[in-house]
């Protein structure tokens, strides 16, 4: 069974920067297209950024294009979300997710999600 657990929220002030991390167990590591997405109350959840199995291939939203990245370390079975110039309405729990086959900017497009961390930016 799969597993995510990200960590790495936190209050920040706005420009400021965070990294968030996500684990996986379960299964290798490298089976899974990995995605973040946040979401906040009364929303729905919001495509971020996601990364190919190898790492090769990247997307990131137009939101937060030049200000986050993801990357990953397979060898360690850990996603990362990098944010820089964060943002007041950046502010949302993000959440990690992997892709049994395809990836994709729709939450639909992903089989298995953590738990959530909680990113504040004030104002």
């Known amino acids: 069974q799969v597993q995510l657990v990200e960590s790495g929220g936190g209050l920040v002030q706005a420009g400021g920067s965070l990294r968030l991390f996500c684990e996986v167990s379960?299964?290798?590591?490298?089976?899974?297209?990995m995605g973040w997405f946040r979401q906040t109350p009364g929303k729905e959840r919001e495509f971020v950024a996601h990364?190919?199995?190898?790492?090769?291939?990247?997307v990131h939203a137009d939101s937060v294009k030049g200000r986050f990245t993801i990357s990953r370390d397979n060898a360690n079975n850990t996603v990362f979300l990098r944010m820089n110039s964060l943002k007041p309405e950046d502010t949302a729990v993000y959440y990690c997710?992997?892709?049994?086959?395809?990836?994709?900017?729709?939450?639909?497009?992903?089989?298995?999600w953590g738990q959530g961390t909680q990113v504040t930016v004030s104002s």
């Open positions: 990364i190919s199995r190898s790492g090769g291939s990247t």
């Open positions: 997710a992997a892709a049994n086959n395809f990836l994709g900017t729709r939450a639909g497009d992903y089989d298995y």
């Open positions: 379960g299964r290798t590591f490298t089976s899974y297209a």
